[in-house]
């Protein structure tokens, strides 16, 4: 059984694969991937064992779960060092002077009576050895008592907690492996279901080392899919005990990547970007915990703004798409990474689809049209992406006029050829050149579509107009009908076109947009992209897979539509990640639905005061507690008070004041804009986090090199 099938190019998808015959065989351990340095292996053998029995309990958005202990909100008082040591001794002396004045008799006889109560007059003379280990051992109990007292004043217990036995780091004590009912290894939801085979099955190849945390995300996918009736379970059961950890897998085969730069936890679909700082404007609970993101707070989309070499690509863009393509392995996901040539989104052999636009090299196209066949679709789809930068930046504006001129072309010509004209066809059918035209209406003629030949007419009838946008539109398709791009946009099915109407499918894309000589054309792309994906992902029949789409530099793509299109993404288990330099890339009415958009919202160090203000305006404020302090001057009006105070000031070199300290509620900036465009340290930034239920996390500090 194939979790999802086989697919192409298209994202068509095929038929089950076929299985050999023959007894079932055990799979060997996948290949191992490389990884950078300092990050740690993928699990496998026993660590991957340890990795899945490691807790995971619940907690705040945004923090990675593997191991994490949970911290109270508030920070409690911690009494300085200094201030334990010297309390605790002097508590010790004070209750080794009290011993001291009840031995020597100095403070009576009255504490002995209990002792002389409970002994016999029979031991008292002569001193027998029962009398001898009662007295003492009365003294012992009476000291014990003294010391516990003074223990408690003195808080000898948080000493011995701060810098005892307990603080100490203990090695790692081997404990014995949990019942197969509690141990996550042995798959004891298969257990309860019946499936006992195929859980020992699964249970062995994991303590041979056969097993990963790809195989095993893959595997739970397909057994909820077994739950909830998509595949049967004597179907599942079969395929798991012919293949073992290498079941349901993915349609490229792949086990895993082939190398991993950032930490994955692919039990809870995170990946850890860095740690939260210990600063006070961080709160207490997310102080130096781990900061991860994951499909719950992508899906309300992500936006990074941060100057060239403030690690947008390598310290979110790159860790996200890797965590996205282990989760496609994993049949939970579909990713689209969209980049310049070289940007360093990873190899290629870490995606199934990699169009490279303007490379003759590249194996695959990208469908201009989005796999659509309704004219009307294309049309808005691709008005968007040609003048979407060029319609009113008012977030109710539109590209209507654009829209209705393509879809004038675009229904007659697909009547007539039974496809979408190319682009040298479009463009000349925008400049309204007579022959193609011409031809055009003879074949609406010849196939009796009348009207489509009044929408052909009214195309022409706007020609003559001097405020006809078809002449933009053709001076923006003449950015594509370049020497560089001949071979792409192919719309005769010769050639291998990438639709996004594949996401449907745990597919992993990357598109490298050509930057040397056409910026313009790779904005225009970018937008194409971006409106082809909005459109796709909502109109998915099967929601379960989450799709992302990854945009590194979002330049020129922000439009009206594409801010509509990413507030619906939430509703559709689809969100997007988008990079910016700078806010000054977004047309300024666009600025404020953007940032309201994205759920997560990302400054990184280098930010500019005036793109700091437009995050300050979204963080909003705070209530806090200021404290005002002011010196007083003390003036002595006695002889003595006077001569203390000469005394004092011969000694300190200060004149004797007073302090006054007031204490007061005031409403505050979370992070101003100053704040974040000086006080961000380099290679940090400031997260805000919002997850598809609602919760939140504040602006947090974060160390994205840890």
């Known amino acids: 059984m194939d979790s999802e099938g086989t697919q192409d190019a298209r994202g068509t998808q095929a038929g089950p694969v076929p299985r050999p015959a023959g007894p079932p065989q055990v799979p060997a351990a996948p290949p191992r991937p490389t990884r950078a340095p300092g990050m740690p292996p993928p699990p496998d053998g026993s660590a991957f064992l340890s990795w899945l029995r490691t807790a995971r309990p619940e907690a705040l958005p945004g923090i990675w779960r593997f191991g994490h202990r949970p911290r109270p909100e508030e920070e409690p008082e911690r009494i300085p060092g200094r201030q334990l040591f010297s309390g605790a001794l002097i508590a010790f002396l004070v209750g080794w002077l009290i011993w001291s004045l009840l031995w020597n008799g100095y403070l009576g006889g009255w504490w002995l009576l209990p002792l002389y109560a409970m002994i016999p007059d029979s031991w008292a003379e002569p001193h027998s050895f029962a009398s001898v280990v009662a007295v003492y051992a009365y003294y012992v109990l009476v000291a014990g008592i003294i010391m516990v007292g003074v223990g408690r004043l003195g808080r000898w217990g948080e000493i011995w907690r701060r810098y005892g036995p307990p603080a100490w780091r203990r090695a790692p004590r081997d404990e014995p492996p949990p019942a197969p009912e509690e141990d996550p290894a042995a798959w004891p939801a298969l257990r309860a279901?019946?499936?006992v085979d195929a859980a020992e099955r699964l249970a062995s190849d994991a303590r041979a080392g056969m097993m990963r945390d790809v195989d095993h995300a893959r595997i739970a996918r397909a057994w909820q899919g077994v739950r909830n009736g998509r595949h049967s379970l004597a179907t599942f059961t079969g395929v798991v005990l012919q293949d073992g950890a290498a079941a349901c897998p993915h349609p490229s085969?792949?086990?895993?990547?082939?190398?991993?730069?950032?930490?994955h936890d692919l039990l809870t679909g995170q990946v850890r970007l860095g740690t939260t700082a210990d600063d006070p404007r961080n709160p207490y609970v997310y102080r130096g915990t781990g900061l991860a993101l994951g499909p719950d707070l992508l899906g309300t989309s992500l936006l990074a703004v941060g100057p060239a070499g403030s690690g947008k690509t390598g310290g979110v863009v790159l860790p996200v798409a890797e965590s996205l393509c282990l989760q496609a392995l994993a049949?939970?996901?579909?990713?689209?990474?969209?980049?310049?040539?070289?940007a360093g989104l990873g190899p290629a052999d870490a995606y199934d689809v990699v169009v490279r636009i303007g490379s003759p090299d590249s194996v695959h196209d990208l469908d201009l049209y989005g796999g659509t066949t309704d004219p009307d679709e294309a049309a808005a789809v691709l008005a968007e992406a040609l003048v979407g930068d060029l319609a009113d930046p008012h977030p109710g504006s539109d590209s209507r006029r654009s829209t209705t001129v393509l879809a004038q072309l675009l229904g007659p010509f697909r009547a007539v050829h039974g496809r979408f004209p190319s682009v040298p066809e479009l463009r000349q059918l925008l400049d309204g050149a007579p022959g193609p035209l011409a031809a055009l209406r003879k074949g609406l003629q010849d196939a009796g579509q009348e009207s489509l030949l009044r929408e052909l007419d009214a195309r022409e009838r706007q020609l003559a107009h001097p405020g006809d946008v078809g002449g933009i539109l053709a001076d923006r398709v003449?950015?594509?009908?370049?020497?560089?791009?001949?071979?792409?946009?192919?719309?005769?099915?010769?050639s291998r076109p990438f639709s996004l109407k594949a996401l449907d499918h745990p597919v992993r894309v990357r598109v490298d947009l050509p930057q040397r000589g056409h910026a313009d054309a790779s904005r225009m792309l970018a937008r194409l992209v971006l409106a082809q994906f909005t459109a796709s992902v909502t109109v998915r029949e099967d929601r379960s897979l989450f799709a992302c789409l990854v945009l590194d530099d979002a330049t020129g793509v922000i439009t009206p539509e594409a801010v509509r299109g990413i507030q619906r993404l939430r509703s559709a288990n689809a969100g997007v990640v988008l990079t910016l330099r700078t806010l000054d890339d977004v047309p300024r009415p666009l600025r404020g639905p953007l940032l309201g958009a994205t759920g997560c919202r990302m400054a990184l160090a280098g930010l500019t005061p005036w793109d700091g203000q437009d995050f300050a305006e979204v963080w909003g404020k705070e209530w806090t507690e200021a404290r005002d302090v002011t010196d007083r001057q003390i003036i002595a009006e006695s002889p003595a008070g006077k001569a203390v105070h000469a005394l004092r000031r011969a000694i300190t070199g200060k004149a004797p004041t007073a302090r006054a300290v007031t204490v007061r509620q005031v409403e505050r900036e979370r992070w101003s804009a100053s704040e974040l465009a000086h006080a961000v340290p380099a290679g940090h930034a400031v997260l805000s986090l919002t997850n598809v239920k609602g919760e939140h996390a504040p602006p947090l500090l974060v160390d994205l090199r840890e």
């Open 193 to 195: 279901a019946g499936a």
């Open 253 to 263: 085969g792949a086990r895993d990547l082939p190398a991993r730069q950032a930490r």
């Open 331 to 342: 049949g939970k996901s579909a990713v689209v990474v969209v980049g310049a040539a070289g």
């Open 478 to 494: 003449a950015l594509l009908d370049r020497p560089a791009f001949a071979g792409f946009f192919d719309t005769s099915g010769q």
